[in-house]
């Protein structure tokens, strides 16, 4: 078993949807990181979160560090969301990444 | 603030050579991690430097190594390079190891 797993693997979405996808973890961590990847190769870190919440425009990642689960939330999706979405746990000075989300969102 | 950035961008190496890339961290950064991205495996974790030490390494053959040098700039080096080996190598720098990444543009290495 995986020691980070993301959920849905693949998210298809019209443009104006609430996005939400899920990151579940089986390790001890210090942080958990938010990641955004584009077609062209590019990673963007989105957010690095140790517990609670955090907003950034249209973004929202939340975590609870009790039941080891994070979410990553997009409100008011667009196509330029699309884009594949890591959630990445810091573990003993150790990235542990999980496979990624793939979304598209279709206009 | 100049991003990370990677050199070469682009590579292309036959079997058995050996290969050298090159990450300069973001300035005041002193943590370099690499990672390699295949469409297969993912992103994979390959080892992370601090202040010129290793911190961790992740699950790879003892052919991929690193260095980390007192300007915090990173190099990696591939020996006796495989098929296998063609991927997207990225480095990322942070201020420090829980700090949030920032990723360089890779460098696409193509081995024949």
């Known amino acids: 078993k995986n020691e980070v797993e993301q959920s849905p693997q693949n998210l298809t979405a019209q443009e104006g949807e609430f996005i939400t996808i899920n990151c579940s973890y089986s390790?001890?961590?210090?942080?958990l990181h938010w990641l955004q990847q584009h077609p062209g190769g590019g990673i963007v870190s989105l957010f690095m979160?140790?517990?609670?919440?955090k907003k950034h425009g249209r973004l929202i990642a939340t975590i609870n560090i009790q039941e080891k689960h994070s979410s990553l939330h997009i409100t008011a999706s667009h196509p330029r969301d699309s884009a594949v979405y890591i959630c990445?746990?810091?573990?003993?000075?150790?990235?542990?990444w999980g496979a990624g989300t793939k979304l598209i969102i279709k206009p | 603030k100049a991003g990370v950035t990677q050199t070469p961008r682009y590579l292309i190496k036959t079997r058995g050579q050996q290969v050298t890339l090159s990450c300069s961290p973001i300035?005041?950064?002193?943590?370099v991690s690499w990672y390699q991205q295949t469409p297969g495996q993912g992103l994979q974790f390959l080892f992370e430097?601090?202040?010129?030490?290793?911190?961790n390494k992740g699950n790879f053959p003892g052919r991929f190594s690193g260095r980390q040098f007192s300007n915090s700039r990173s190099e990696m080096n591939v020996s006796t390079l495989e098929l296998g080996d063609s991927a997207l190598y990225l480095c990322?720098?942070?201020?420090?190891?829980?700090?949030?990444?920032?990723f360089g543009p890779g460098t696409r290495l193509l081995v024949l």
């Open positions: 979160l140790s517990s609670g919440k």
């Open positions: 430097y601090f202040s010129e030490t290793q911190r």
């Open positions: 390790v001890g961590i210090s942080a």
């Open positions: 300035s005041g950064h002193r943590s």
């Open positions: 990445a746990v810091l573990s003993n000075y150790q990235l542990i």
């Open positions: 990322a720098s942070s201020f420090g190891t829980s700090e949030t990444q920032y």
